[in-house]
DNA sequence: TTAAAACCAGATAAATTTGTCTGATTAAAA
DNA sequence: TTTTAATCAGACAAATTTATCTGGTTTTAA
C-alpha cells in the first residue's frame, strides 16, 4: 500500500487547487468538479461539505449555486486542506507503528524518518495554493 | 488518516528489525515476536510467512521451529522489507491521485513531492538493517 | 512412537475507507 | 409562483485492510 494521503484527501486537494483557477466570485457547482477531475459526484461532494464547515471553502446553496474559496488563494496553505480532512496526527506518530515514539523514547527510525517528516511538514506549510494555478490549469487540460 | 505505511508494513518492519537483534541461529517462534512487539499472534503469523516466500527470513517448521533472517543483517536495506509488504508503487504514483502523473505530465506538486519522495527512497535504500540492532533493543526493552 | 509445539493454508469476521442512494431544503430563474 | 438546480444530511453499500479462527502438516523431544 504505502499512501501518503487518504483518497479524500487527495481529491480535496484536487478540488480545491481547481477552485483556485476560477474567476473571483464564480462559483462552481460539485457536479463541475467531479467531471473536471473525474471524481464520482456523491464523494466529491461529501469532501466538499468538509471543507465548507472547515472554513476553507464556501457555499452557495439552491440553482446556480456551488462552491467558492472562502480566503484568498494565497492566503490557504497545502496543509490547511490535508489538516482539515487527514488531520495531522501523521507527523507526530511513529513511522513504524511503535507506541510513544518521541525524542526519549524514539524508534530505530526516529532520527532518519523525522528529517523527511519535517521536510514534508514544511513543504505543505510554505505553499499557498495561488502557486499552482498554471500547473493545475496545464494538469487539467493536458491529461 | 495520512499513513506512510501500511500496518502490515509496519509490523513487518518492526518484526524484521527485532530478528536482526537476535542471536545468530537462533529461530524465533511467531508468538514470541508477537508478545515483544505486541502485534497480534495470528495476524503476524500472516506476515512472516509472507516474508519468508520473499525469501527476506526463513522459516523452520516443527517444534522449537520459528523464523530467522535469511541473510546476513548488513544486506537487508528497509526498502526489501516496504517492496516485500506494500511494494514500491508509491514511489512512483501521483500524490494527489492525478492519473498519469509525469515529468512530461507533472502534477501541481510534482516537483515539491518529487524531492521529498526521492529523499524517503533514498533512505530506505542505504539503510541496512544491522545499523539499528542497538536502537531496537533499546525501544523495545524500554517502550 | 507419541505428544507437543511450531509453521502453513484457507476461510471467515471486523473495522475502516471509499463510494452510492434517497429525500429534504434552499434559492435562483422562468 | 412554480419549476429547476443546487447544497445538505443521513443512511446504505461495496471494497479494502486488519484481524481471527479452524484445522492440517511438520518436526523435535520426551
Known sequence: MTVFFSKKCEYGL?????MATQENDCVCPSEEISKKLNIPKEFI???LQSLTESGIIESK?????GFKLAKQPSKIK???????IDGLESFNSCVLGFPKCSPDKPCPV???WGVLRT???EMLSSE?????KEKTLKKINNA
Not at 128 to 132: E, L, R
Open 14 to 18: 484536487q478540488a480545491v487547487l481547481f
Open 45 to 47: 461532494s461529501k469532501i
Open 78 to 84: 497545502l496543509i490547511d486542506i490535508v489538516e482539515a
Open 61 to 65: 446553496k439552491g440553482k446556480s449555486g
Open 119 to 121: 521536510k514534508a511538514h
Open 110 to 112: 526516529h532520527e532518519q
Open 128 to 132: 499557498t495554493i495561488d502557486k499552482f
